[in-house]
Every structure is written in C-alpha cells, then in structure tokens.
C-alpha cells in the first residue's frame, strides 16, 4: 500500500459540495485507476488512465469527473453528489494492462 | 456479466486448518488474480495465474486454474487469525478490463 497513496483518508461532504479526491503512485507505473466500492458490492471499476489518456470510462454519471494530469498523479472531481454515492473510493496502478494492481487504502466518502 | 463470482461468500474456520475459496468466471481470460483485502483497507494482490498455467503456490498459498471449467480456487494452508480479510478474485480479459468478484469474508479464530 506504500507505493500509492490516496488523500484525504475520510470525507464527509453535502450534496452541493465540490471535493477532490487525491491519488499518488511512487512505482513508476503507467497505467492508474479508479474503482468504487460500496458495501456488500463488488468492486466497480470507474474509470482507467493509461499513459495519462483516458482508456476506460464504465458509465460513470457526470457528477464524478477524473484528472490525470502525469502518470504519477489521479484526481476525481466531485460535485453534487447523491447519498448513494457513498463509499470506499480505491485508487490502484500497474505497469501495463495484463498485470497485477497496486491500491492505494482508500478514501471513505460519506455524502449527507 | 463476466464477472467473477466466489465461492463461499462466507468461512469462519480454526487456526491451523485450511481455507479453501472457490472463483468461477463465464468467458475466456487472460489471467486470473487473487486479492485481500482486510476491513476498509486497500486491496493487497497475493498471486497471479495465466491463462496457460494450472497452478501456482506462494508460501503458504495455492492457486489453481481449471480454464475447462472456468474456476479457479485459491487455499490457505495451516491459517492465522491475521488470515481473517475479505479475499478476491479478479478476471482479466485485456485491454485494462478487470473484472472483481463479490469476495469471500474468511474469519480464522484463534
């Protein structure tokens, strides 16, 4: 989990709020990636950059809005969220697509 | 949906005995991999299976791939309380596309 790090730890945010979520890899990786995690749900992919372009968007609703402005650095804009967005947001990397992730530990966001 | 799914959701077992968790997926792979997960934490990948391997041990685990029967399972030997995570298996279909089971929740009690 060193080798990617996410900010902040916890959110708790309103609906009309606007927040970003942080991530940094230190592997030199070239692919990174955002998955959503809600409870008794399987891990959602949301969205992949590679070579800091976007590959992989999987119908995210717009109010969730990714940044990778260089390979070691992903942001997620948040804005108007709903309750259920609620969740544990991951961040991960790999070097290439066929191989293994590295994740980050998390952000928990709670939006009231 | 390709998803894979595991396989028991849930396994409460002893310190000291096996713990065996099951991963069936629906269509061709590249690779399969398992991950842990302790509560509210990040994902910590354990081991990866290609398509063209049928099994894999590291320590005190091993994997095997059956692409016949599109399952995989993945044993724990001689478990530890600090084995008590959520473990998960994920098919990888290329072109950035993993795909992550439900997971299944192991509590080993000491």
């Known amino acids: 989990e060193t080798g990617v790090t996410q900010t902040p730890r916890h959110l708790v945010m309103g609906m009309t709020n606007k927040k970003s979520l942080k991530c940094e890899q230190h592997?030199?990786?070239?692919?990174m990636y955002w998955y959503k995690q809600s409870a008794k749900k399987p891990l959602e992919l949301m969205f992949v950059?590679?070579?800091?372009?976007?590959?992989e968007n999987n119908s995210v609703p717009s109010r969730f809005s990714p940044e990778c402005p260089n390979s070691s650095h992903l942001f997620l804009h948040l804005h108007t969220l709903q309750p259920e967005d609620s969740a544990l947001y991951l961040c991960?990397?790999?070097?290439?697509?066929?191989?293994?992730?590295?994740f980050g530990p998390g952000t928990r966001l709670t939006v009231l | 949906s390709q998803q894979g799914e595991e396989d028991p959701q849930a396994l409460s077992i002893q310190e000291g005995e096996n713990a065996t968790m099951n991963c069936s997926y629906k269509?061709?792979?590249?690779?399969l991999q398992w991950y842990r997960q302790n509560s509210g934490r990040g994902l910590v990948h354990l081991i990866l299976?290609?398509?063209?391997?049928r099994e894999k041990h590291s320590g005190r685990l091993r994997v095997t791939l059956d692409t016949s029967k599109k399952s995989s399972s993945l044993l724990i030997t001689a478990s530890r309380a600090a084995d008590t995570a959520s473990y998960f298996c994920?098919?990888?279909?290329?072109?950035?596309?993993?795909?992550f089971g439900a997971g299944t929740r192991l509590f080993v009690k000491a």
């Open positions: 991960a990397s790999s070097q290439g697509s066929i191989a293994k992730q590295f």
């Open positions: 592997l030199g990786h070239n692919a």
């Open positions: 950059y590679s070579l800091e372009e976007r590959v």
């Open positions: 269509t061709s792979i590249n690779n």
């Open positions: 299976i290609r398509s063209n391997e």
């Open positions: 994920a098919t990888d279909y290329g072109g950035f596309k993993t795909i």
